[in-house]
């Protein structure tokens, strides 16, 4: 079992950046990849981004791909999501995911645990 607790959402202008950090709890933080996803209302929650269990493989969607950096720190249980140039589209509840598998991080279903989600609006 694994407990995930997102931060750092917030209102921001058109082109400046948040940093949404989660913190996970409960058992090995580094037997986890993780995944950051995001829901508007009424729309399927969409992949942003992944990082697999070491660090070394990180995955994004074409529409943050140079704009969000994905990282992650095992020894201290948290993985972030840097976002910058930020659009109004990016608005969004943001939401943190891990899974034990270390293949198709891009896919929703993949993942078992999901934090309570923190709020980003980016305003034009």
């Known amino acids: 079992q694994v407990q995930l607790v997102e931060s750092g959402g917030g209102l921001v202008q058109a082109g400046g950046s948040l940093r949404l950090s989660c913190a996970a709890s409960?058992?090995?933080?580094?037997?986890?990849?993780m995944g950051w996803f995001r829901q508007t209302p009424g729309k399927e929650r969409e992949f942003v981004a992944a990082i697999n269990r070491s660090g070394g493989s990180r995955y994004y969607a074409d529409s943050v791909k140079g704009r969000f950096t994905i990282s992650r720190d095992n020894a201290k249980n948290t993985v972030v999501l840097q976002m910058n140039s930020l659009k109004p589209e990016d608005t969004a509840t943001y939401y943190c995911a891990a899974t034990a598998l270390n293949y198709g991080l891009p896919v929703k279903a993949n993942y078992a645990y999901w934090g309570q989600g923190t709020p980003v609006t980016v305003s034009s």
């Open positions: 409960g058992r090995t933080f580094s037997s986890y990849a």
